[in-house]
């Protein structure tokens, strides 16, 4: 009987790398070594989502936090068709220091890394797959932060490998913003000069998109205010006008590898358009993309304004007495193909795909609830 020799490392690296997230995290269980590549080698972390880009294997979710407390994960790949099926629901532990309050929200996420804020005043970078998290430096915001109007974004910086996270927080006495960008790289909040931005009408998660945040700007219908991360300047683009047909624009996304803007009807409505911005800058290259049906379309307005554009696919909350109904439409399939409802006084979400990148000086969970992490998302695994 021949030896049993093993394999290189090199060749064990290149299996796992093309191997999914969840199941990784299940074989971090396997041994020291195993445990040390798969939740500390930035190398492996890249290698990993680079082949899944390629393959495009990568498991998109969406995440959804809520009061009381509770965070949850579910898919949102195109060939998973279990959207809100309990089976593909995953609850995720909360590890921050911080008690949840009705301030909480999603800021953003880039490659796998999510950007949230607890009460305000803390922000948070988070990997839901590992469980590693790191708060940040506090903003310099004036105590009018709690009270004002936020509007927020996140984008990544390929050329100079760096997170960055903008906040806007609006003193409701002087209706003019105050801006602060936060560098991972420099690890530093920066004030950012408004000039005649300092009071337009953006609010809410900003969309990111070749380097640059996006919002609709409430104030003009037809105009988008954007926020280049590399240079830190703020510009206007503009929306087609539609000269008064009876619709209204209501969320900014990127579909297709193009920036999206959805409009829907006035009041109670049974359609969502999709246009898309096919040369990037160019307002006469705005086209018509889809024309979504929701069935049993809701009568409360708040629906309009929460739509989430996934690839091929839109996720739209609807609120009701008994929580919020998150609904999953799909752009090929022009119809709903799933429903979720979760109980609550308010919601944020955000979509998000799984990796394993680390965050540099992150500070993870004590040992033991560290543990417990790896142990829920392990059991979520196995479904």
């Not at 900014?252 to 009041?267: A, M, Q």
């Amino acid at each position: 009987m021949a030896e049993r020799e093993d394999l290189p490392e090199e060749i064990i690296l290149n299996i796992l790398s093309r191997l999914p997230v969840k199941s990784l995290i299940r074989f971090t269980s396997v041994s020291k070594r195993m445990h040390f590549i798969i939740l500390t080698d930035p190398t492996f972390a890249q290698s990993q989502l680079k082949v899944a880009r390629q393959q495009k294997t990568q498991s998109r979710r969406l995440l959804v936090f809520t009061d009381p407390p509770q965070l949850e994960s579910l898919p949102l790949d195109a060939d998973t068709p279990s959207f809100g099926a309990p089976s593909s629901v995953r609850k995720l532990p909360l590890p921050f220091l911080q008690q949840p309050s009705d301030h909480d929200k999603f800021l953003g996420s880039c490659n796998g890394l999510v950007f949230l804020t607890l009460n305000v005043d803390f922000y948070y970078i988070w990997n839901p797959s590992t469980g590693f998290f790191k708060k940040l430096p506090d903003p310099c915001f004036c105590s009018y932060g709690r009270n004002g109007r936020l509007a927020y974004g996140v984008g990544y910086l390929s050329a100079g490998d760096d997170y960055r996270v903008l906040v806007a927080c609006c003193d409701l006495r002087v209706m003019a913003y105050e801006v602060e960008m936060f560098s991972l790289r420099t690890h530093i909040w920066e004030k950012i000069e408004c000039g005649s931005y300092s009071n337009i009408g953006f609010q809410f998660e900003g969309t990111p998109f070749n380097d640059t945040l996006h919002w609709l700007n409430s104030y003009d219908k037809h105009e988008i205010l954007c926020f280049n991360l590399a240079v830190k300047e703020f510009r206007r683009m503009w929306l087609p006008d539609f000269d008064n047909d009876g619709k209204s624009f209501c969320k900014l996304g990127v579909c297709g590898g193009c920036l999206c803007v959805s409009r829907h009807p006035e009041g109670v409505f049974d359609s969502i358009d999709l246009w898309v911005m096919r040369e990037y800058g160019v307002s006469d290259s705005w086209t018509m993309l889809y024309s979504l049906k929701v069935s049993n379309p809701p009568e409360c307005l708040s629906f309009a304004r929460r739509l989430l554009v996934v690839g091929s696919n839109t996720v739209a909350v609807n609120w009701s007495d008994e929580g919020f109904e998150l609904m999953r439409i799909d752009h090929k399939a022009d119809q709903n193909v799933g429903h979720y409802m979760i109980k609550g006084r308010y919601v944020s979400i955000v979509e998000h795909e799984e990796s394993l990148l680390g965050i540099s000086g992150y500070h993870p969970a004590e040992e033991k609830e560290q543990v417990q992490i790896l142990e829920t998302h392990h059991k979520a695994s196995q479904s």
